[in-house]
């Protein structure tokens, strides 16, 4: 069952303060390096530095970033900050076991705040334009949620037992970060039990609100594999 909560909604919020919370809680198993992804270097600075700096952006006016963390890496981030001086102010969280108990712990970090939009992001999508995280707090004021998407560039098929189904990828998205929300709306979605479907935020919040789609950005990738950070790499080396 469906009930949006923004059939009509008027979240009168476009001056509504802005919060963050970027998600570094997992141990990065499919990149198979020596530590956590969002620690590895990419143009000589952690990936989760250039993350944090995207969101401490003057324009956009984030008034309070979250970071969640693996709990054993708490110290590892606190020693990195000192190695290249970061003065961006930050608050730390410990992470849980899947990304939606990461999120959770980090939307509990922001519990004095009863209104307000939150941007969740990827911790390790280093490279997302200004634009992008802006085009989802601009939305979410007026549709509650928001999440950044862009079009398949290859071609999709479904499996089945038959075998595979071509897909119309005009139809298809693939979801990006941020995703973001009216706070009230994400603490709601959040109370409710974690359902294996839950691979994103947008996920979370489908049953109880419709998620706005705005424009993401191929630059905008997920660290993940190895080649990715390469790409990722080759990017920043060429100033996009
Ligand atoms: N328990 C977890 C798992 C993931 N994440 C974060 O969610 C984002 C997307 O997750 P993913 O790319 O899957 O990261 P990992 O879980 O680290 O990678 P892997 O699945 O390969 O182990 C990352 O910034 C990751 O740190 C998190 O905060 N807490
Ligand atoms: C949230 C996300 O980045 C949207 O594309 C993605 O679902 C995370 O997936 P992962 O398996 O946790 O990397």
Redesign the pocket.
Known sequence: MNTYYNQGYKSNSSQAPRFAIL?????????GADR???FLLLHGEPVLLHTLRRFAEPALGVSEIVV?L?ADQLDTWRELCARFKVSISHRLVT?????W???KAGLAALSEHGTGLVAVH????PLVPRLVVERTYVAAATHAAAAAAVMPKDSVRLLSQHGSAAQNRNRLRLMQTPQTFEIDLLRRAYAMPELASFTDDATVVDDLCRVHLTDGDYRNL???TPEDLVIAEALMAAGL
């Open positions: 998600v570094a809680g997992g141990s990065g198993t499919r990149m956590p992804k969002q969640v693996p992470g849980g076991a899947t990304r108990a990461s999120v990827d911790g390790v999508r997920k660290i993940t």
